[in-house]
């Protein structure tokens, strides 16, 4: 299956997800941080108690007592780490930025690419996030639910994100709002039929495309011999 007709068959099915939540480009980098290892809805908790507090400021994060940030972001689980990697982000922005996240995301994307991923606590899925999310920069997210994806269709079989990455923008144009559904959908189709474990394929929106449904069957066939 090819990606551009893997992401019309998602659209069709699953329509306009409006992604990424959030009010800022600031709020979306801090989501991105924290939804590292845990759920969306953990996340929500966790940027409601730092607007709660009048925290979601890169000031007031930077200059925060630690254990006070890690109590309000406790919600998105391994706060202790978390809480760390958003101060450095904060403080590395104030550094470097004159504390404008606007100025981080307004260079060439290879070189804001960079930058982020010499951050301590930002990988590469973290950092295309923001880029993607908050910068509206062309460059594709991978992540689990991508890969296993890939795989089962028969799309392309790799688990490295960089080759990942490299095959969606080489068969997918450059054009950050097709990136931003196509992720978008790719997560919508991991967590409602393409699970990690009994996958729901009779009713799959790409069941007829895929491969994993028919050596299902046939390992299935093989086994009952």
Not at 13 to 35: K, M, R, Y
Not at 83 to 106: P, R, T, V
Not at 166 to 192: M, R
Not at 195 to 208: A, F, H
């Amino acid at each position: 299956m090819q990606p551009m007709i893997l992401y019309k068959k998602l659209f069709d099915h699953f329509g306009l997800q409006h992604w990424w939540p959030g009010n800022s480009s600031f709020e979306i980098a801090v989501g991105a941080i924290l939804t590292q290892q845990t759920a969306w809805t953990n996340v929500e908790m966790a940027i409601e108690n730092l607007k709660n507090a009048k925290m979601l400021d890169t000031e007031k994060i930077a200059s925060s007592d630690l254990k006070y940030l890690e109590e309000l972001i406790r919600p998105s689980g391994f706060f202790r780490q978390k809480a760390g990697y958003l101060k450095n982000f904060c403080q590395q922005i104030i550094d470097n930025h004159d504390g404008s996240i606007e100025k981080l995301l307004g260079g060439e994307l290879q070189s804001v690419r960079k930058e982020l991923l010499a951050f301590r606590g930002i990988g590469p899925e973290t950092a295309d996030s923001i880029l993607l999310y908050a910068g509206n920069y062309p460059t594709f997210v991978v992540d689990a639910y991508t890969i296993r994806i890939c795989q089962r269709t028969g799309m392309f079989d790799s688990k490295k994100y960089d080759e990942v990455k490299a095959f969606f923008e080489e068969k997918v144009k450059l054009d950050a709002q097709v990136y931003n559904e196509f992720h978008a959908l790719l997560v919508e189709l991991g967590k409602n039929h393409c699970t990690s474990s009994n996958p729901k394929c009779e009713n799959c929106p790409v069941n007829n495309g895929c491969q994993y449904p028919r050596r299902t069957v046939q390992s299935g066939s093989q086994s009952q011999r």
